[in-house]
């Protein structure tokens, strides 16, 4: 009887550790279920609206959650949105951060127009180019077009250059003043303004100073009624304008007034061999004294 009692003892034991063991794997799960989401970064889009896009299933465990799908399917369903980073707050809460797109450029593409994000991230897929005025970027070899996903090319180094071009551009708040931006030869880049003026920008670099001199001499050249012809800033340093890019005179060539930043033209008749205004448009000749031109121009 005594051997009895003392099997069905251990018996009991094992069960209620069992029991034990078992309860606590379930509280563990339960505990540990994702039952709260909040988001942040986003502005135009609500809280509410993007967590139903990351589509977390009920009764999801936080260490079995896919950050990675969370991201997709925020991303592939409103291409709008980037998600930047997915994190587990524990216990139980979900911590999404997201960015919100900016529509910045048009990149032509099969005779649509990708409406996408300074990095070619695209937003929208558009048969006519829309009255909201935006750059048109040409010479993109593109692969293949996803909703919410950058570009695929072959040319991504046209990505980067088309980012700095657009940033600088919206620094100086010229981007209404651009039509098209040319990168079919990232060594001879081209841009047009929205009256006309062709404008050599040459190779990718010096890309702050382009623009500064596209900055000061678009006014100028409106000013004399000059809103066609070709403007050259290509070399980062001075501008010069021609009627006509097949003219085979030097050009009008633009340099930096040292007294208040405005451009001028050199010389009596406004021509000048290439090499004179080699000032950057913001700022004023190194030498001399009370501000007089070094480069030998009286």
Known sequence: MR???????IILGIVLAVLAIAGLFYFGYVFFQVEEVEVAGNGKYTSIYIEGLADIPDETHMLMLDEEKVKENIESTEPYLEVLNVRKKMPKTVVIEVKERQPKALISYANN???TDIDANVLEIMEERPETHMPVINGFAINAVALGKQISTDDA?????MSEIL???ENRQLTDSIDQIDLSDVNNIRLTSVDGLAIKFGQ?????DKIKWIDKMLPTLNKEGR???VLDVSSGTFAVYKMDEDEQTVGEVYNADAGDGTVTEPGTDGTADAGEGTENPDDSPEGGENGENTNGDE
Not at 3 to 9: T, Y
Not at 157 to 161: E, G, Y
Not at 204 to 208: G, R, T
Request: proline share 0%.
């Open 204 to 208: 990718s670099d010096k890309v702050v």
């Open 3 to 9: 051997r009895r009692s003392s099997a069905g003892k």
């Open 227 to 229: 809103t066609t012809g």
């Open 157 to 161: 180094f046209k990505i980067t250059v």
């Open 167 to 169: 940033t600088a551009l």
């Open 113 to 115: 127009y990708l409406l």
